[in-house]
């Protein structure tokens, strides 16, 4: 029962979006009455919730999975492989992906739930830190965040927003080139940029 209450929640968020959903329509849609429906979720947030939590443990584990067999003795197919990870996470039902990044309130439980950007930093500087993520001489924190970020907007772009512009190999193909180039350009004691030649205040954060 929760698996089909959950199905039909998601067929309601898309139909309906966030706002128009509500426990009455999701338990029609499912086939059990309001009061089934509440014994295992008390109101549309729970509802909510149990999908991002699900639908980010998804995720996670795709790029859990990808990470423990890159190699970074090959860095482009490792950067690749990454990429491909974020595709494929887009991927998983990208209709209610859309709808729990644009529209579901960041309050609470849910916030957490939805906003996966954090930890999957987390895991690609730590991969980046480990001896098989050597790939570059950038500061690890930093360039995940960088490379989550691109990776993460460019996705959810084209995967989502934009899916006649580009296949998603042809995507693959051109933000592994972006990223490479950011991250492998990268040398002991040089930058693409000096500080010498910043303009006064350049590497003032925004804030």
């Known amino acids: 029962m929760v698996e089909a209450i959950l199905e039909a929640t998601i067929r309601v968020l898309v139909a309906r979006g966030y706002e128009g959903t509500t426990t009455i329509a999701v338990a029609e849609r499912a086939g059990v009455s309001v009061g089934s429906l509440y014994q295992y979720f008390p109101n549309k947030e729970a509802l909510v919730l ?69 930890v999957l930093v987390a895991k690609v500087a730590a991969w980046l830190k480990s001896g098989r993520g050597s790939l570059s001489r950038r500061d690890p924190d930093a360039a995940a965040f960088v490379l989550v970020t691109v990776v993460e907007a460019l996705t959810h772009r084209v995967v989502i927003d934009r899916p006649d512009m580009i296949t998603t190999s042809q995507l693959e193909v051109e933000a592994t080139d972006l990223v490479a180039g950011y991250l492998l350009s990268h040398r002991e004691g040089t930058t693409a940029t000096s500080r010498s030649t910043m303009a006064p205040g350049a590497d003032i954060p925004y804030g």
Do not use: C, F, M, Y
């Open 50 to 118: 149990a999908l991002a939590e699900r639908h980010s443990a998804e995720l996670l584990a795709h790029v859990d999975r990808v990470l423990r067999t890159l190699d970074g003795g090959e860095p482009r197919a490792a950067i690749r492989a990454l990429i491909r990870a974020g595709l494929d996470g887009h991927r998983i039902n990208p209709r209610l992906h859309k709808i729990l990044a644009e529209q579901v309130p960041r309050i609470g439980r849910l916030k957490d739930a939805i906003d996966t950007s954090n």
